[in-house]
């Protein structure tokens, strides 16, 4: 039985938020998945799986908080009414089972929610366009307006509570929420009590949070989530300037402070232009600010980086999206002394597309991802098979997944490929500037290959179709990839294109 090196023992140390405690550090922040309110057995079966794999709170994506603000026909989470609070309880059943905490991460998207679905006109801090979906002028918000924004927040995180969530957001960050709109001197151009000064337009989030605080503090952990810089220079909230200051002015007052820098590009900034730990230049501030709790990001996959950033007092707790997608159950790993099976977050973005697309949540690392209900998949678990036999022809991505899964399956599988390296296209691709993590892919998977003994890998192997079927193989996968077209067949092309023959023109 592997033992956990006692270096990492602080990881696991509990941590009180407000009234509530969280088993050890991993915090899994709130992230879009693209599921929402439409797939609520998906996205409770994803979250639950995260709590299984020892994340110590699990979050919600962002949850629209009423109908004057709704980001159709992006599936996010809904807080409109009680209506919504069987999607919620699912996704808290599945969390709880395994004794972690759910957090809602509450909305309020002003000129960022265009309103394709409610046809209400937007309301924002200052008249402007919106900035997401269709173009469609917001409404500078009057007092009556903002009074009411207020009443929504509370009413709201009332219902989290009902619904049985451990930890309420307000929610300040991204370039996507009214309380940063309000904060932003970029976007506020109010001359009432609500713009001008910084003090004024910190007014309105100042307010949400003691009202949240007020209506459901007693038991529910009050956490906010605080772009710090917008990397805008003088245009745009810094961690020396507003950002600084705006910590400073609501040190004590919330329960966790969970910082990031916007917009969201800048938060999940790919790995071709960001390392482990981009973010601690501007968030290392805040600790020095508050003796609250305090989460940030940073794809952080590395045990011993983890450690580093809670002694030196940046964070007390270690934030997630991406690294929990790629790993569900990095914690877990870490915790049983397993360091080299951790799936390493390789930074490439394909999860964000799921938002973007407006589908279930999908991962480069973690094929499970998005599957744990429609298909049943577990990231740890596969049913094993009683006998069988496999051949595998391509020892590029697919086909090394195809010979772990399989391998760990326990049926005899022989990988083959034709050339001199694994990997395929991922070890061509990860030469190219700032994408050496992309190898992970390959790497991790040739790793898991050498605790199989059923599985026999072969290089410079070239296989015929006479050689495969001399195999004897009961099952046969080609994964042997694709090749670009010469002919100019391509997305609505159907037929060859003349005069580009022995060009190098691609489709």
Known sequence: MLVRDSRYDILFEPVQIGPVTARNRFYQVPHCCGMGYRYPQSMAAMRGMKAEGGWAVVCTEEVEIHHTAELAPYLEGRMWDDHDLPVHEKMIEAVHAHGSLAGCELVYNGHHASNLYSR????????????????????????EDIRNVRRWHVKAARRAKKAGFDIIYVYAGHDMTILQHFLSRRHNHRTDEYGGSLENRVRLFREVLEETREAVGDTCAIAVRLAVDELLGDDGITAEGEGHDTVAMLAELPDLWDVNVADWSNDSASARFTEEGYQEPYIKFVKSLTTKPVVGVGRYTSPDTMVRVVKQGIMDMIGAARPSIADPFLPAKIKDGRIEDIRECIGCNVCITGDSTCTPIR???NPTMGEEWRRGWHPEKMPVLETGSALIVGGGPAGLEAAVSLGRRGIEVNLAEASTEW?????????????????????????????????????????????ILASGAEHVALATGSKWRTDGVGRFTHHPVEGIAGTTIVS
């Open 423 to 467: 990997g395929g296209r991922v070890t061509r691709e990860a030469k190219l500037p700032g994408l050496a993590t992309w190898a992970r892919v390959r790497d991790w998977r040739l790793g898991q290959l050498t605790k199989l003994g059923n599985v026999n890998s072969f290089l410079a192997s070239t296989m015929t179709v006479d050689d």
């Open 120 to 143: 209400v006109p937007p309301l924002a801090q200052s008249h402007v366009m919106t900035d997401l979906g269709d173009p469609v002028q917001a409404r500078g918000m009057d007092l």
């Open 363 to 365: 991962c480069t690392q």
